[in-house]
């Protein structure tokens, strides 16, 4: 649902791409789905802008046990 | 001695193993205690008395033939019914589970009973862990020790007002979201949030794969490091599990306990998100738990950090898809039998798209860099409430699946979830009771694996505050 996901067509999309799961919803379910989505879409734009390609989440696990075992503060 | 259920989880082992108190007689202590309780609470999904009665004698009798079985010799303990036992029913809080047998034990169990702790039940949860205020539409809610009208957080809501009550010594959590912290929080006692891969989470129910950590609630510091002490550390069966060398966490307790022990010791308040919006009367308690830091050695500063309101968003985007994709089947062939608001819930994961879902994992490096680099050089350890506001009242929480849900239990979260995303070890410290008689506390954050400087500094705030060792009114 990249765009705006409150818009009417990206909701109609959103109960699309749910009843293609498999799983049934209501208009209601739909709205709030979409609202959660705008929330995430709108927190994530500027925390993950450009994201190389080198940014995995292994770097992420490396970093947490990294920074123990460097020694930071212990 | 009296009220054998007052003793600290350290005391009650060592009278045990010094034969002072029998196992039995204390488990006898806090199963009458249960049934005492039990209805006003709702803390207890089954009891299971025969045999950790059973189990006490065989306890009493290792004392007699000069046998230790470990720091947790002889003490009742009991867990939030989401940690398999094999050939015992774990229900996961939920009518979709009520009946599963696992066939495999978890990790954090098998520790627990090697080092001579003693079941005494399984514990009140939020549906599957989803929920922060301690709402069961299948097992009943869970009541707030200190006043049945409150909530007591969740998910992990069972464990939390057991302790508070003293019902049990010490219980396991989890915490994906804040639910170990949340309920230590709203009940009184202190509670772990480890450091995500240093508990092993093999044989716990899953979350979400990338948040799921595994903690444990106590009274007090020193007990929750005792208990912390023994279910850390590396595990084979789980593929996530951390090989960093633990450190000594019940010798970081027993370090605070000098004068002036925080020597050096720089304690930081943020200076936006966390305290923005926060009740005058928490602001106070957590103001004077810095003053009591302070007197014993540490340095406060003021310390910048990022947009952790986006951070407390963003993990939306692992946790709902990563649960959504484990529930899959049941939301399509029994969506019925889940609560309103869990079904809601999960239905958000079915929305992320897939390349927010895994630029959300990537980004997480990135974040706790920055979070490391800007924040935690500035200070050893972080200073946030863990609430930054008095307990609410389930009423003021009963929100369902409504529209009004996302806010309600968003502003609950909103102040954990963030170190959820960044993977760092977080504690819940009891600081005292807002005006309605509903306990408050301050939430300590640290560097990856630095659980044992969130011990000590806990365990010094308890040495310098005379800690809050007061009961509820039960």
């Known amino acids: 649902m990249s765009g705006p996901a409150g818009g009417v067509a990206s909701r109609a999309a959103l109960e699309r791409v749910i009843a293609d799961i498999g799983v049934n919803v209501n208009a209601d379910d739909v709205d709030a789905v979409a609202r959660?989505?705008?929330?995430?879409?709108?927190?994530?734009?500027?925390?993950?802008?450009?994201?190389?390609?080198?940014?995995?989440?292994?770097?992420?696990?490396?970093?947490?046990?990294?920074?123990?075992?460097?020694?930071?503060?212990r | 001695m009296n009220d054998v259920t007052t003793l600290t989880l350290r005391e009650a082992a060592a009278a045990i193993s010094q034969g002072r108190l029998r196992s039995e007689a204390l488990v006898e202590a806090c199963l009458d205690r249960i049934e005492r309780l039990q209805p006003a609470l709702n803390c207890f999904i089954r009891v299971t008395a025969a045999d950790a009665l059973a189990k006490a004698r065989m306890a009493d009798q290792a004392v007699k033939a000069g046998h230790s079985l470990g720091p947790l010799h002889g003490v009742p303990l009991a867990h939030k019914d989401m940690f398999y036992r094999a050939g015992e029913?774990?229900?996961?809080?939920?009518?979709?589970?009520?009946?599963?047998?696992?066939?495999?034990?978890?990790?954090?169990?098998s520790k627990l009973d090697a080092a001579g702790g003693i079941e005494l039940g399984r514990l009140n949860m939020a549906e599957f862990a989803m929920g922060p205020t301690g709402h069961?539409?299948?097992?009943?809610?869970?009541?707030?020790?200190?006043?049945?009208?409150?909530?007591?957080?969740?998910?992990?809501?069972g464990s939390g007002a057991a302790v508070a009550a003293g019902l049990a010594f010490g219980a396991l959590g989890s915490d994906t979201g804040g639910s170990v912290r949340l309920p230590a929080a709203a009940c009184g006692v202190v509670g772990i949030k480890p450091t995500l891969g240093c508990v092993s989470r093999y044989g716990t129910m899953p979350l979400s794969q990338?948040?799921?950590?595994?903690?444990?609630?106590?009274?007090?510091?020193g007990d929750c490091a005792r208990l912390f002490s023994v279910i850390a550390g590396a595990d084979a069966r789980d593929g996530m599990s951390s090989r960093v060398p633990l450190l000594d966490y019940v010798r970081s307790v027993d370090d605070a306990a000098a004068a002036g022990s925080l020597a050096g010791v720089r304690i930081g308040v943020p200076?936006?998100?966390?305290?923005?919006?926060?009740?005058?009367?928490?602001?106070?308690?957590l103001a004077a738990s810095r003053v009591v830091l302070e007197k014993q050695g540490a340095k406060i500063v003021d310390v910048p950090i990022g947009d952790h309101g986006a951070l407390n968003d963003l993990s939306n985007a692992i946790l709902w898809p990563e649960a959504a994709g484990l529930h899959l089947q049941w939301l399509r062939e029994r969506p019925q039998d889940y609560a309103p608001q869990t079904r809601a819930r999960l239905l958000v994961g079915l929305g992320v798209p897939a390349t927010l879902y895994v630029e959300a994992v990537r980004g997480r490096a990135r974040l706790l860099e920055e979070f490391l680099r800007e924040t935690l050089s500035a200070c050893d350890v972080l200073h946030v409430p863990v609430l930054k506001r008095s307990v609410p009242t389930a009423a003021e929480t009963d929100v369902g699946g409504s529209a009004a849900m996302s806010q309600v239990l968003g502003q609950i979260v909103a102040n954990t979830r963030p170190f959820n995303l960044l993977g760092v070890p977080g504690l819940?410290?009891?600081?005292?009771?807002?005006?309605?008689?509903?306990?408050?506390a301050m939430q300590l954050v640290a560097r990856p694996f630095r659980e044992d400087l969130l011990f000590r500094v806990g365990a010094a705030y308890e040495a310098g505050s005379g800690g809050h060792a007061e009961r509820p009114p039960l």
């Open chain 1, 36 to 73: 959660s989505l705008e929330r995430i879409q709108t927190a994530a734009a500027p925390l993950l802008q450009s994201l190389s390609f080198d940014e995995t989440s292994e770097r992420y696990y490396r970093l947490l046990e990294a920074d123990a075992l460097d020694g930071a503060g």
């Open chain 2, 89 to 109: 029913v774990c229900s996961c809080g939920s009518k979709i589970r009520a009946d599963f047998v696992p066939d495999h034990t978890a990790t954090v169990l």
């Open chain 2, 136 to 157: 069961n539409d299948h097992f009943g809610r869970c009541r707030n020790p200190w006043n049945v009208e409150h909530i007591t957080g969740g998910s992990s809501s």
């Open chain 2, 210 to 221: 990338s948040l799921d950590c595994i903690g444990v609630l106590a009274r007090n510091v």
């Open chain 2, 271 to 285: 200076d936006r998100y966390y305290y923005d919006g926060i009740d005058p009367e928490v602001a106070e308690l």
């Open chain 2, 428 to 440: 819940s410290v009891p600081i005292g009771f807002t005006r309605n008689r509903l306990p408050q």
